[in-house]
């Protein structure tokens, strides 16, 4: 509890039903960075089965192509690099466009770079700390100053990452990128509490997606061994299998939620119980 608050750091509480008759997100607008892979790509499934209008943010535009067809009038598909800066902006501003107001943005989209600490080069760095953290941070800069300009509630989720907590030696600038990221989660928390705008991060462990499947490849080459042999053994200990990327969507799904309003400037863990902190 902080003793600075003069002020009630946000408005009234909504009304809660114990028994939910309509969708969680119905009539809600997010943005979904990353949409075009595994875990956004089942995110945006589940926000769109929840009632939200999903504005889809990837790298990879022509890669939308089919959910934005599938979802047809629910998702809109949006070309951006998280990279650089203006490009973050313009995305932000054609989802508003699209769109309406945001209600909430989900920080999926990930650069993952290969490189010890003896190899990552200064290159690594900067392109990785771009896309996972500047990046990051500005859409949610600009999502949450529409927030406060609209005077609306609304919800930031960051994807991190166990490696940002534990840390992995193969790939030291993802590892400190995803570490950056729950750093900045609590701030963020801090910072937007007054205008009513929670923001939370999850930490994944292995997911059965390409990315996990690159990890493995990368594990083979530097250890001689088979990528076919080390993908399925990069599992949950408690599990004994992949995570998949519903089951990560569905723990964003809550954070975007007025049911997740207690819960603040978190690091959730959804690594099936690797990580004890
Ligand atoms: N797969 C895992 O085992 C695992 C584990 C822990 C955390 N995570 C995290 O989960 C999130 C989703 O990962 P995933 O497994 O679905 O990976 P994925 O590779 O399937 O999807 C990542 C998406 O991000 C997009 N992207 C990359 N660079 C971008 C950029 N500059 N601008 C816009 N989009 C860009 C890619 O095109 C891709 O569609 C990531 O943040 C990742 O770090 C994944």
């Known amino acids: 509890m902080s003793e600075f608050w003069v002020t009630a750091p946000h408005g ?14 119905e009539g809600k607008k997010f943005i979904v960075t990353g949409a075009a892979g595994g875990v956004g790509s089942a995110l945006v499934a589940l926000l769109v089965a929840e009632g939200a209008t999903v504005a889809a943010l990837d790298l990879r535009e022509d890669a939308l192509s089919a959910t934005v067809a599938k979802y047809e009038g629910k998702v809109v598909g949006i070309g951006c690099d998280l990279g650089q800066q203006q490009s973050v902006e313009t995305a932000f501003q054609q989802s508003t466009a699209q769109l309406g107001f945001i209600d909430g943005v989900v920080n999926n989209a990930a650069l993952v770079r290969r490189g010890d600490a003896i190899n990552a080069s200064w290159d690594d760095w900067q392109s990785t700390m771009a896309v996972n953290v ?17 005077g609306r509630r609304g919800a930031i989720v960051n994807v991190a990452s166990e490696a940002g907590k534990k840390g992995h030696t193969q790939s030291i600038t993802y590892g400190a990128s995803k570490a950056a990221l729950i750093s900045m989660t609590r701030i963020l928390a801090a910072s937007f509490a007054p205008y009513d705008i929670n923001v939370n991060c999850v930490c994944p462990g292995g997911i059965g997606t390409d990315m996990l499947r690159a990890a493995a490849a990368n594990y083979a080459r530097v250890s001689g061994g088979d990528v076919d042999d080390i993908f399925p053994r990069l599992v949950s200990s408690q ?24 819960i603040r400037g978190q690091a959730v863990n959804t690594d099936g119980g690797d990580t004890p902190y």
């Open 12 to 25: 009234p509480l909504p009304s809660r039903q114990k028994i939910r008759f309509f969708p969680v997100h």
């Open 134 to 150: 500047y990046g990051a941070f500005e859409l949610a800069r600009l999502a949450a100053r529409s927030m406060a300009e609209n």
């Open 239 to 262: 599990l004994k299998r992949h995570i998949t990327p519903d089951e990560v969507a569905r723990t964003i799904s809550f954070l975007l939620s007025d049911d997740a309003l207690i």
